[in-house]
């Protein structure tokens, strides 16, 4: 038995290692820059939501305001750019540690909180994270930072004649997040993420220090998240509160890891290919009728998975373990 | 040698209700001791307050020569006080043998070496053939025995067990005695809640009998058996008078 455990184990990281160098090369039949883009977002979105789930499908805490995080990752590094020249790599690190204090510093008083008081304390500190970036005059305030062209530079993280450099670093981001989900899975604190999850008191009772784990989940999910949101940053090379803090970021990272199995190494990936490449398309078909038409045909989709498919797309998958339930 | 556990007037009031009252008991190392007593007695309060749930309201638990009173229940654990619950509560998205990983973490920062161990206790607890299911798939009966293991792979000194062998058929209850046999030979001691007497009295060295949240009456089990206290306890006046 330990053998399969390990085998499954071993096949996971060559399917992942597979899938990536496939990913790695599709840009060399996909030359079309709108398709490119859609690219660029889904695994972009597929990093943040398997960062998301760290938090939120591992340990539990059902979190609606990452989109705090992202924004964070996205203001630290502009700032520090802009203000400071700081190189936006250095900046992209100082985001993800900022957010990842911060999420502790917010993980303290909340904490304590269960279930949906959660998460309304999430939603309602991320809309005050909003507020304040948007009355903060030296971070621009609501008119947004621009950042200074200096010309495509993998130093300066910067790049306007080609898509290529920013798919490329998503797909890297991607196998990070992926990668440190499948590393956590197997160790002391994804065991006891789930035990948090499942049940705090027995948890507790088994030695496990439910705050403490909470804390460290919440910490490695801000951290990804906000590198998340350096790297949006300069893909856009504008930003402003609402375009990277606003509530469908929150949102976006939720949805993927629900639509394809919420706690599970591939849901995210697998909801975000589908998810993310819909919504683009959805948007760009049906414009123009007005904001929102995708999010009817995506709210339909969530509502019809989650009737048919509880466990998230990544269920069809699964060699059923129910067989081996049957007695 | 010192007591592994003891209460020393411990009192526990939840509002104006008095859970227990100036309870003091020891546990020593290598019994099985039976915790009784009717319902609303306070045995599942005492219990809690011995796993680390909740601190007392007033008085001390000392386990191993320590002062715990105000020791969280997971430090607890890994002193070496392990529990099971009255209602069984399984990580339900977990396999069993994951389920028994968590509490085998406690001493094993390795996890090669924690997942061994957790093969380990299922043997002995007799669910290695399971170890591949859900929780959630589990019968009953199975679900009790996971409780255990998975409080034994935490390598406890000391296992309270909660009732874990309350609703069960009278070959499960066997089975269930047996294990607790096996684990007292195993070095550890039990201190165990039970409400059915036919079942406990046999298999506990020492039965301590709580009521109306005082210890009402302490000792070897065929003597605790015949007190008229317990018997009115239990029975009432009438039947207390007739023996």
């Known amino acids: 038995m330990d053998k399969n455990f390990a085998a499954r184990r071993r096949r996971d990281l060559i399917i992942a290692a597979v899938l990536a160098a496939l990913a790695a090369l599709v ?18 979105y597929a990093a943040l939501s398997q960062s998301w789930n760290i938090l939120s499908g591992y340990c539990g805490q059902i979190s609606l305001g990452h989109a705090l995080y992202f924004g964070i990752g996205a203001y630290t590094t502009e700032l520090l750019f802009t203000k400071f020249g700081v190189l ?5 690190l100082a985001g993800g540690m900022i957010a990842a204090v911060i999420a502790m510093a917010l993980g303290y008083p909340f904490f304590r909180l269960r279930g949906h008081y959660f998460v309304i304390a999430t939603i309602v500190i991320a809309e005050i994270g909003l507020l304040l970036f948007q009355n903060w005059e030296w971070a621009g305030a609501a008119m947004g930072i621009t950042v200074p062209v200096r010309g495509d530079s993998w130093l300066k993280f910067q790049f306007l004649r080609s898509k290529l ?11 990070l997040a992926w990668f440190v989900t499948w590393w956590l899975e197997d160790s002391k604190w994804g065991f006891w993420w789930r035990a948090v999850k499942d049940n705090p008191e027995a948890a507790e009772s088994l030695g496990v220090v439910v705050f403490n784990s909470k804390m460290g989940a919440a910490a490695v999910s801000a951290f990804l998240v906000a590198i998340g949101g350096a790297f949006y940053a300069q893909f856009l090379a504008y930003i402003d509160p609402e375009s990277v803090m606003g509530f469908q970021f929150s949102l976006l990272m939720a949805l993927p890891a629900v639509l394809g199995g ?9 909801g975000a290919a589908i998810l993310i490449p819909m919504t683009e398309l959805t948007r760009s078909f049906i414009g123009g009728s007005g904001r929102g038409v995708d999010l009817i045909v995506y709210g339909t989709l969530i509502v019809l998975i989650s009737l048919a498919l509880p466990q998230g797309l990544v269920s069809l998958f699964s060699r059923s373990k129910a067989k081996g339930a049957t007695r | 040698m010192t007591a592994l556990l003891e209460t020393r007037g411990v009192w526990q009031r939840f509002g104006g209700l008095i859970a227990n009252s100036d309870v003091s008991i020891s546990v020593g190392r290598g019994e099985i001791v039976g915790l009784i007593g009717p319902n ?17 309201t007033q008085g001390s638990i000392w386990f191993d020569g320590e002062d715990v009173t105000h020791m969280p229940a997971a430090e607890r654990c890994q002193r070496g006080v392990g529990r099971t619950f009255q209602v069984v509560k399984s990580f339900e998205t977990m396999t069993v043998i994951d389920n028994v990983i968590v509490g085998a973490l406690v001493r094993n920062t390795v996890m090669r070496e924690a997942r061994r161990k957790a093969y380990e206790v299922l043997e002995f607890t007799g669910l290695a053939a399971r170890a591949d299911v859900l929780a959630s798939d589990l019968v009953p009966a199975e679900k009790r025995r996971l409780e255990v293991a998975r409080a034994l792979a935490t390598e406890p000194k000391l296992l309270l067990l909660d009732e874990v062998l309350t609703g069960l058929t009278p070959t499960e209850a066997q089975t269930g005695v047996a294990l607790v046999r096996k684990v007292r030979d195993a070095g550890i001691t039990v201190l165990m809640v039970e409400h059915v007497m036919e079942i406990v009295m046999p298999l506990v060295d020492r039965a301590i009998v709580l009521d109306l949240g005082k210890v009402l009456v302490e000792g070897k089990p065929a003597e605790v058996v015949r007190d008229p206290k317990v018997i009115k306890a239990y029975l009432g006046d009438r039947h207390a008078v007739s023996a």
């Not at chain 1, 820059?33 to 690219?39: A, E, K, R």
């Not at chain 1, 936006?88 to 992209?92: E, L, V």
């Not at chain 2, 609303?40 to 007392?56: D, E, Q, R």
């Open chain 1, 27 to 44: 840009p060399l039949f996909v030359k079309d820059v709108y398709v490119q883009n859609i690219l660029i977002l889904t695994l972009m």
């Open chain 1, 88 to 92: 936006p790599w250095f900046g992209m």
């Open chain 1, 165 to 175: 450099p920013y798919f490329y670093f998503a797909l890297a981001l991607c196998c």
């Open chain 1, 262 to 270: 919420i706690g599970t190494l591939w849901g995210p990936v697998l």
């Open chain 2, 40 to 56: 609303g007695a306070g045995k599942s309060t005492l219990f809690n307050l011995i796993a680390g749930v909740l601190p007392p």
